[in-house]
């Protein structure tokens, strides 16, 4: 048995596969190779999108549909390797969502869970778990698996984020579920700002129980992480291949803020370049800060802020930013460590 080869073709070989297969079943040696690999092949390719393009698109949208009628007005990123599966990675949704001004996204509540990155505008409002948030260009916004939760713009300019979802995993396992209120919003049970407060300032109610494997902070301000990455990069000590990189935490448990997504942000000083590096969780980054290029499996992309590019699994990377530069990335990371499989190799290979 040879994990490289195919065994040899024959008539009588033919003739069995044709014979197993009217039965259901198929011939393992013939596809060995193809679906053990020695290394990672993934059909999920390299891409950037570029932020400008991609406005004018949605704004067209705005035209056509409201954000009512369409429930989330929504421009997939689709990885030009996965046509047509609604995924930018092979286990990652990515989308562009416009909310104009005066509208509202009902709301609704799925098992799948969700990443908001703002990208463009402020002023909107997502309401989660009876608490509304306010969201500014950089903030990293959670909805939970199983959380209601509608999005309202009453702010004077359109509004636009990245949305990052964990579809293509729920799909794997079947085990989509949703449901819409019914109302446009939903109640409103807590003062804004609330789960900041409680989680997001270095303490926990005293008693308090984990509940879910989800962050109970749902709005990580960019403000307050780009004050802390200008305040650590004093001290001036890089990581060779991510600069200065931080992950997003659940406060309870110091685990990813997601079950299924690890979310990241880093800061590349002006004129640094990364090592290369390598790693099993294919990665979708979008750029808050600068200007620089990544070159991904030797291919390279220039970016500027608001860009969108994604990394493949086990394909090399190498970052180069021209001015001071802040990335914010998300990736199954979180899920395949959980599960064992997770591998990164740093250095160039
Ligand atoms: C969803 O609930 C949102 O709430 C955005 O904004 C995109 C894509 C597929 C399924 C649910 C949102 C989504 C989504």
Redesign the pocket.
């Known amino acids: 048995m040879s994990l490289t080869e195919k065994p040899q073709s024959s008539p009588e070989r033919e003739a069995y596969y044709e014979k197993i297969a009217r039965q259901d079943f198929s011939a393992l040696w013939n596809v060995l190779s193809d679906i053990i690999t020695p290394t990672p092949r993934s059909a999920c390719q390299p891409h950037l999108w570029e932020f400008g393009p991609a406005k004018q698109l949605l704004m067209e949208a705005g035209e056509l549909i409201t954000a009512k009628e369409a ?2 007005r ?1 421009l ?1 990123l689709e990885n030009p390797g996965l046509r047509g599966q ?1 995924r930018i990675t092979t286990s990652l ?1 990515a ?1 562009l ?1 416009l909310v104009m001004p005066g509208e509202v ?1 009902p709301a ?1 509540r ?1 098992s ?1 869970s ?1 990443l ?1 990155f703002v990208m463009d505008g402020g002023g909107a409002c ?1 309401a989660v778990n009876g608490e509304r948030t306010l969201m500014q260009e950089g903030d990293f916004v959670i ?1 939970p698996p199983w959380t209601w ?3 309202g713009n009453e702010s004077d300019t359109p509004m636009i984020w990245m ?1 990052g ?1 964990d ?1 293509p995993m729920l799909s794997l396992f079947d085990a989509s579920f ?1 449901e819409g209120l019914g109302e446009d919003t939903q109640a409103i049970t807590k003062p804004t700002g609330d789960s900041l407060a409680r989680y997001g300032a270095n303490m926990l109610p005293v008693d308090y129980e984990k509940k879910g494997l989800a962050s109970p902070i749902f709005n990580y301000p960019y403000a307050r992480t780009r004050e802390a990455l200008e305040t650590m990069r004093q001290r001036d000590e890089w990581d060779p291949c991510h600069g200065l990189k931080m992950r997003y935490i659940n406060p309870v448990d110091g685990g990813s803020a997601m079950p299924t997504i690890a979310p990241f942000v880093q800061l590349l000083p002006k004129g640094f370049k990364t090592a290369g590096y390598r790693s099993t969780d294919a990665t979708v980054f979008s750029v808050v800060e600068g200007t620089g290029r990544t070159s991904i499996g030797g291919k390279t992309f220039e970016w500027k802020p608001k860009d969108i590019f994604v990394v493949p699994s086990w394909q090399e990377v190498v970052h180069e930013a021209d001015a001071d530069a802040v990335l914010f990335s998300y990736s199954d990371r979180v899920a395949q460590q959980k599960l064992g499989i997770w591998r990164e190799a740093r250095g160039d290979h």
Request: hydrophobic fraction near 30%; glycine fraction near 4%.
């Open positions: 429930e989330r929504v997939i609604s949704y989308g969502q996204a609704h799925h799948q969700a908001r997502t909805t939760h509608d999005h949305d979802l579809i949703a």
